[in-house]
């Protein structure tokens, strides 16, 4: 389906049909929990009803990362303090649903890539290759030129790999 341009002859049944599991994808792999993923998730779209209300959206796709982003750093940091086994059981992805032991190394060796990786580096990681925006929808996600985030997609994917190669030479991966 096409970009939605004109929010203004849409409905948020509409924005919902199109973006909803696009989102959720961008929000479960940066909270890495189903259930809070859900819930921010139905607030990007609650809050895109309540600004649809009253205002304009010249893109949505931009506005809905914009609001999801928002969300999670205001959920982060409402987050107590919690002990470090379940901090690391909220971050990392549930393996042990994984049938092979494969899969499950190189889930456990991606998480390990993408904990080193600075949070810009994994939103852009997350965007391009998970949610496959492309370099264009990137950039005007975080308003900068096309050149911009063409860079900052490289640069992430390199230091992905370098730090994958330092990581990868250290872990038993069979």
Known sequence: MSELNQSNSLDISEIFNEFQQEIFRFVVARVR?????????????????????????????????????????????????VSLDAMM??????????QNEKDVTHVTLLNRVMDQLSPKYQD??????????????????????????????????AKAQEVYQKISQTYEYS
């Open 89 to 98: 059981d909220d971050y990392h992805m549930d393996v042990s649903e994984k």
């Open 33 to 81: 929990d189903r259930d809070v993923a859900m819930d921010i998730t139905s607030d990007v779209f609650i809050k895109t009803y309540d600004f649809l209300e009253k205002h304009t959206i010249e893109t949505v796709r931009p506005f809905l990362y914009k609001v999801a982003k928002n969300l999670i750093i205001d959920h982060s940091r409402k987050k107590k303090a």
């Open 124 to 157: 852009v990681l997350i965007k391009r290759y998970i949610n496959e925006l492309s370099i264009e929808e990137i950039a005007k996600i975080y308003g900068v030129s096309l050149n911009n985030a063409s860079v900052l997609s490289h640069r992430a994917l």
